[in-house]
Structures are given as structure tokens and as C-alpha cells.
């Protein structure tokens, strides 16, 4: 009776094996992608966060891990483009397109967007910056624009005059297509008398978003 005991344990430990490998490796296939897709989109939005801090404009689209194709002025193919434009015309020359779709069955991330509207305040000047994150979902034929997964993002920035360069006073971010009736718009304005920023963000004349800063 022993050696059929010892020959079931061996058995019964020899599955318990297999199984662990087919598990880890099934655990193997789904963090490469998901790995790499966290990869690609934090790329993307570093690339686009650099562009907003310099108050630069540019298009960058990944033509695979290695190379990219880059421009000094993005198109207007950004989500800025769907609705008149707000703020100066000279804002339009900064908006900011990145693409990286190189990971799998063509999947990635878009992110775009620019400043929106714009303010001067006693010497200083202040900007609010809308950004749109796409994502790309694998298929047969290239990615697949997923609207469900799309968020939107609101940043104010005070630029200085002689550098250029902004800083972020606040943003307010995370805002679902699948939770809001329809592309946001963002607005600054202020009011001399209290010496009050305004921020108002909308959607198809919802606010999703009111907020009022003391000028810095």
C-alpha cells in the first residue's frame, strides 16, 4: 500500500506543479501588456506634461519602441478641435498632440489637448490647459478607439513673463467620457474687485467643475 501512496502523492504533487506553471504563466501573458500599456501611456503623458510646463506646442506619434515622429506644431487633431475655440487664436499654435499605439494588436494611448483660455493679471499671466487621454484597446485591424475609457484633465498654470516656464497652481482631473454628457470646455476669468481667478468647466452647459483661486 505504501509505494501506491507515495506513487498518488507524486502524482497529485507532479499536477499541482503543472497547474502553478500554467497559472503563472497565464499571469506572465497579462501583466507584459498591461505593463507595457502603463509604460506607453506614462510616456505619453510625461512627453505632453513637458510641452505644457515649456508653453510649447508639438506632435509626437511613436512609429514604434524606438523611433518617433516629431513636429514643432500639433494639428489641430486634438480633442480641442471639436468645438470653437474660446480662448486667444494665439493658443491654438500650442496645442499638443502625442500618440503611441506601437503595443499590441495596435493598442496604445493619445494624448492631446493645449491651453484653452487665458488671462493677465497685473503682470502675470494665467493659463488653463485642457488634455484629453485616449485609449486604444487591441484589434484585428489597429487599435480600437475606446470613448468608454477616454478622461479629461484641467490644469492652471501661472507662467512667468521672462522664462516662459509655467508652474501648476491646481488642476482638476479625472473627468470619465462615460460619466459626462460631452466634451468639456474650460473657462478662466477674473474679477478685479475681489481679486478672485475663476475656473468653470463644462459639459453641454453642465458644470462638472467651479472653482475660484486668490490671485497669487
Do not use: C
Request: aromatic share 10%.
Amino acid at each position: 500500500m505504501a509505494p501506491t501512496n507515495n506513487l498518488k502523492r507524486r502524482q497529485l504533487t507532479f499536477k499541482v506543479k503543472v497547474v502553478a506553471l500554467i497559472a503563472g504563466i497565464v499571469a506572465l501573458l497579462i501583466a507584459v501588456p498591461t505593463g507595457q500599456s502603463w509604460l506607453i501611456k506614462q510616456e505619453s503623458i510625461n512627453i505632453w506634461m513637458g510641452h505644457m510646463l515649456a508653453g510649447t506646442g508639438g506632435s509626437h506619434t511613436a512609429l514604434d519602441r524606438d523611433r518617433w515622429q516629431v513636429s514643432d506644431h500639433a494639428t489641430m487633431s486634438t480633442w480641442l478641435g471639436a468645438w470653437p475655440f474660446l480662448g486667444e487664436t494665439s493658443l491654438q499654435n500650442r496645442q499638443i498632440f502625442v500618440a503611441d499605439r506601437t503595443g499590441i494588436g495596435g493598442s496604445g494611448w493619445v494624448v492631446s489637448g493645449g491651453p484653452v483660455d487665458s488671462i493677465e493679471v497685473a503682470g502675470t499671466r494665467y493659463e488653463l490647459y485642457g488634455r484629453a487621454i485616449d485609449r486604444y484597446d487591441p484589434g484585428f485591424f489597429g487599435g480600437f478607439h475606446n470613448q468608454t475609457k477616454t478622461v479629461y484633465d484641467f490644469f492652471l498654470l501661472r507662467r512667468n513673463a521672462k522664462s516662459g516656464t509655467g508652474i501648476i497652481v491646481k488642476s482638476w482631473v479625472g473627468f470619465k467620457q462615460s460619466a459626462i454628457s460631452a466634451t468639456p470646455v474650460g473657462t478662466i476669468g477674473y474679477d478685479s474687485n475681489t481679486r478672485m481667478i475663476h475656473i468653470m468647466i463644462n459639459a453641454q452647459h453642465t458644470v462638472i467643475a467651479s472653482d475660484t483661486l486668490m490671485q497669487h
